[in-house]
C-alpha cells in the first residue's frame, strides 16, 4: 500500500509542508506497510507527524494512547484546523461528560474520526474497551512510551496494561514513540508492548545549539539566577525544582525582583495553569518557574534558557527538560545547578519505596551525578547515556570543553580496575568495584568472600578520588560496559580484554569538585571571592572614625560581615545599603550610613567601577514573615523559650533570629525574660564588658568572662547591649 501513496502530496495537502524531517517518510511507509514500529526522537523532531499523517491516510481510526491532557486537547485542535472534516479528531479522557463522549462515539460510529486521542486509564475502562472492540482500529500509537519502563523517567504502571488491552480489543500494528530511551528503556517497552521484531527508527540525540553548563549550587543560588536572567533580559526561559513550594517561592523572589514570571505545578488549578502558559506563549510573562509538570503540552520554539534550580532525579528527565530550549535551532542555555545535599535530599525521598524502585531510583540518579560531577564533555556523556557516540573530543558547547581541565595518565589505573572487574566474574556495579580496588572490607564483599581475592586492595596506594572519573571514562572509551538487563553491572568488552594484555596510554580528566561548604562565598570556578580589599580597608577606617566619634564599640556601627559585602556589592543608596546582610531598616535611619554610601559611591566614581548593581536582590523569603511574628511576640512580653516552642525551633535558632533583628538596626526590649531568667548583677557585669570589648564574638566572651556565665546568657545580654547600644 505504501508505495501506491505519493507521501510528499500527501503531506501537502494535509500538512502544508513541503518536506519530510530525517526519518519520517521512512517510518510513515513502515506504518502504511503494517508493521510495528519504534521510533526514538529527540523533542522537537517531529514525532506527532509520524502517527498523524498515516491516520489520515488509512482505512479506520488509529488509537493515540498518550498520559498528557493538555497534550491531547492541544493536538486534536491542530488536526481539527488543518482538516475541513468535522470530527476528524478526537479524545476520549476524565475531562469530557457523558454527552461529549457520545458525541466522539457516534463520529467515530460514522467513520469520521481518523485519530483518537486516549489517556491509558480510559483505554482500560470496560465500556470504551466494549465500544473499541466493534470500531475498524487502523494502528495503535503509544506516545511517551518510556512510561512503560520502570527505568524511564516518568514510569506509569497503568502503561503496563496496555498489551493485554490490546490484545482484547483486536490486534492492529503498533508505532511506539519516545524522546528519550536509553537501551535500557526501549528493549523494555519493546517487551512490554509484545513488538520485539518492531522496525527501529533511531535519530540522534545531539542539540548542538545547545549549550550546557552544571554550576556549584551555594546560598546565593537567587542571586546568581537573577543575575543570569538580568544578563538575557527579556528572552523566555523555564526554571525547574523539585518541589512546588520552591516554585512558589522563587517565583515570587524573582518577582520582587521586576522579573516577569509566574509558578506553575499541579497543585494550581487548571484554569491558572492554562493561563499560565497562554502568557508564556504570548510573551506576558518571560520566566516560567515549575516543576516537571510544565513543558510537556506547550510547542515554544524560542525558549532561550532552561534552568534546574535542583539537580533531576534522572538524565532522561534531564534531557528531556533542557529539550524544551533552542526548538528553533537558536540560542539555548541549559545551565543546572548541583549540591550534594540535593542529592541526599532525593536519595532520601525514596525511602519507604519497594526495593526494586529505590534500587532503580538510586542508580538513576548515579547516572545524573556523574554527569553533574565529570570534567568531560558533557555532550558526549548525555549522548553515550542514550547509546549514541559522539566521536569530538570538544564539542566546543559546554562548559567543560570551553575550560578543559589537565588530563592525567592513568594506564596503569585502568589495569587494576578492569583486572578486578574480571576477577568479581564482571557482576557488580561501580561502587561496588571502587570499594573492592580500595581494599574496604564492606559487608558485601566480606559476604561474598571477595577480600580473600588478590586483587582485592589493589588500587590501595592510588588516590581515591581516581576511580569514579576512570571508570565512567574507561565506559565512555569503549573498555567497558554497562549490562542492559542487569542495569550497572560493569562488563569487560573486547577493547577491554585486550588493553590488559597489551595497555596503551589511557588519559583521563578528574571530576569537578563541589565543596559542601554552601556558606562560603565564593564564586563558581573556586577562586576567591569578589572582596574589593581597598575599599574594605577604607570602610573600617570609617567605622573607627564613627566609633570614636559615638563612644561605641565598632561593631555595634556594623558588623565585618556587613561591611565585607559592602565592599563586594557597592551599595550607592540607603536603599541599596538595606539588601546588605545586617542592615535593616533601623540601622539606614542612622546619620552615620549615609557616611558609607557616599564613601562607596566616590570610590566607585574615582576608580571607574563598573557596579554590577543586578547582585541587588530583594528578597520576600518566609524568614520575614518568623521575623515579624517574633517582633509581635517581644512586644507582648510572650517568654523567648515560649516563642521557641510555638515557632518549633530550637532556642539556639530563635537567638539567631533576634540577633538578626537587632544587628540589621530594630530596638527589641527583652527585659522583661531577663529579669525572669538572670541574675542582675549577671546581666550588669557582661553589659559592661561589651562595652569595653573591642569585639562582639561570644567565644572571646565566653574566654574573658569566665565559666560563671552560660554562652545562653552572653548572647542574650549582648542582644540587649545591641539593641540599646547600636539603635
Not at 495 to 520: A, L, Q
Not at 522 to 538: F, I, K
Request: hydrophobic fraction near 35%; aromatic fraction near 8%; charged fraction near 30%.
Amino acid at each position: 500500500m505504501a508505495s501506491k501513496v505519493n507521501l510528499t502530496e500527501a503531506l501537502k495537502k494535509n500538512f502544508g509542508f513541503d518536506t519530510f524531517k530525517g526519518d519520517q517518510e521512512a517510518i510513515i511507509r513502515n506504518v502504511l506497510d503494517g508493521n510495528d514500529t519504534f521510533v526514538l526522537m529527540p523533542t522537537g523532531g517531529g514525532k506527532s507527524l509520524c502517527y498523524q499523517l498515516p491516520s489520515l491516510l488509512m482505512e479506520g481510526t488509529a488509537v493515540v494512547i498518550s498520559p498528557l491532557i493538555a497534550l491531547m486537547k492541544n493536538q486534536v485542535d491542530v488536526i481539527s484546523n488543518l482538516s475541513d472534516v468535522e470530527g476528524v479528531a478526537h479524545y476520549l479522557n476524565s475531562s469530557l461528560n457523558k454527552a461529549a463522549i457520545d458525541r466522539v462515539k457516534t463520529d467515530i460510529r460514522d467513520g469520521r474520526t481518523k485519530l483518537l486521542y486516549v489517556a491509558p486509564e480510559s483505554l482500560t475502562k470496560e465500556e470504551n474497551v466494549e465500544f473499541l472492540k466493534t470500531v475498524k482500529i487502523s494502528f495503535y500509537a503509544i506516545d511517551e512510551a518510556h512510561c512503560i519502563s520502570e527505568w524511564g523517567h516518568d514510569f506509569r504502571p497503568e502503561y503496563r496494561r496496555i498489551r493485554p488491552i490490546i490484545n482484547e480489543i483486536g490486534n492492529a500494528p503498533v508505532i511506539a514513540l519516545t524522546a528519550t530511551a536509553t537501551d535500557k528503556v526501549r528493549t523494555d517497552i519493546k517487551k512490554s508492548l509484545g513488538i520485539l521484531n518492531a522496525m527501529e527508527f533511531k535519530s540522534s540525540f545531539n542539540r548542538p545549539n545547545l549549550y550546557y553548563e552544571v554550576r556549584q549550587k551555594t546560598k546565593d543560588v537567587d542571586k546568581d539566577i537573577i543575575k543570569f536572567i538580568r544578563q538575557h533580559q527579556g528572552k523566555s526561559g523555564i526554571i525547574y525544582c523539585l518541589s512546588r513550594k520552591k516554585v512558589e517561592e522563587l517565583s515570587d523572589v524573582l518577582k520582587a525582583n521586576d522579573i516577569k514570571s509566574a509558578p506553575y505545578h499541579a497543585g494550581l488549578d487548571s484554569a491558572t495553569r492554562s493561563q499560565t502558559q497562554d502568557d508564556f506563549l504570548m510573551e506576558r510573562i518571560d520566566v516560567i518557574v515549575a516543576t516537571i509538570a510544565f513543558g510537556m503540552g506547550i510547542d515554544k520554539p524560542d525558549v532561550r534558557f532552561v534552568i534546574h534550580y535542583d539537580i533531576p532525579k534522572s538524565l532522561e528527565g534531564y534531557y528531556q527538560e533542557t529539550g524544551r530550549a533552542g526548538r528553533d535551532g537558536g540560542e539555548g542555555i541549559c545551565l543546572a545547578f548541583y549540591s550534594h545535599k540535593d542529592l541526599q535530599k532525593l536519595d532520601k525521598f525514596m525511602e519507604g519505596k519497594p526495593v526494586a524502585e529505590q534500587d532503580i531510583g538510586r542508580q538513576l540518579l548515579q547516572e545524573t551525578a556523574a554527569y553533574a560531577e565529570t570534567s568531560v564533555c558533557r555532550r558526549k556523556m548525555l549522548l553515550h547515556y542514550f547509546g549514541e557516540t559522539y566521536h569530538k573530543d570538544n564539542c566546543g558547547n559546554c562548559d567543560n570543553c570551553l575550560h578543559p581541565k589537565k588530563e592525567i595518565e592513568a594506564t596503569n589505573q585502568l589495569v587494576i580496575a578492569l583486572k578486578a572487574i574480571q576477577s568479581i566474574k564482571e557482576n557488580f556495579r561501580a561502587d561496588y568495584v571502587e570499594d573492592f580496588v580500595k581494599g574496604r572490607e564492606t559487608d558485601e564483599i566480606i559476604a561474598h568472600k571477595h577480600h580473600l581475592l588478590d586483587e582485592f586492595g589493589s588500587g590501595e596506594d592510588e588516590n581515591d578520588k581516581i576511580w569514579s572519573p576512570l571508570i565512567r571514562q574507561a565506559v565512555l572509551a569503549g573498555y567497558l560496559k554497562k549490562e542492559v538487563e542487569n542495569y550497572g553491572l560493569l562488563k569487560l568488552t573486547s577493547e577491554g580484554k585486550k588493553f590488559i594484555k597489551k595497555p596503551k596510554s589511557f588519559m583521563i580528566v578528574e571530576d569537578n569538585e563541589f565543596t559542601e561548604d554552601e556558606e562560603s562565598g565564593m564564586e563558581h570556578d573556586g577562586g576567591t571571592s569578589a572582596l574589593d580589599p581597598t575599599l574594605n580597608a577604607m570602610l573600617v577606617d570609617l567605622r573607627k572614625k564613627i566609633s570614636k566619634k559615638l563612644d561605641r564599640p565598632p561593631y555595634v556601627i556594623f558588623q565585618d560581615v556587613s561591611l565585607e559585602q559592602m565592599a563586594t556589592d557597592y551599595p550607592v543608596t540607603l536603599d541599596e545599603l538595606k539588601n546588605i546582610q545586617g542592615v535593616g531598616e533601623g540601622k539606614v535611619k542612622h546619620p552615620y550610613a549615609k557616611e558609607f554610601v557616599d564613601l562607596i559611591k566616590r570610590y566607585c566614581e574615582e576608580n571607574d567601577i563598573v557596579r554590577q548593581a543586578d547582585l541587588r536582590v530583594r528578597t520576600v523569603a518566609k524568614k520575614s514573615m518568623l521575623k515579624v511574628s517574633i517582633i509581635q511576640s517581644i512586644d507582648r512580653q510572650v517568654a523567648l523559650d515560649d516563642i521557641a516552642n510555638a515557632k518549633g525551633i530550637d532556642f539556639d535558632e530563635l537567638l539567631d533570629e533576634v540577633e538578626a533583628i537587632v544587628y540589621s538596626g530594630t530596638k527589641l526590649n527583652i527585659d522583661y525574660f531577663l529579669d525572669e531568667v538572670m541574675d542582675e548583677d549577671h546581666v550588669d557585669e557582661i553589659y559592661d564588658y561589651f562595652k569595653e570589648s573591642e569585639t562582639d564574638n561570644i567565644e572571646t566572651a565566653i574566654e574573658e568572662l569566665g565559666e560563671d556565665y552560660s554562652e545562653d546568657e552572653i548572647r542574650l545580654v549582648r542582644i540587649k547591649f545591641i539593641s540599646e547600644m547600636a539603635n
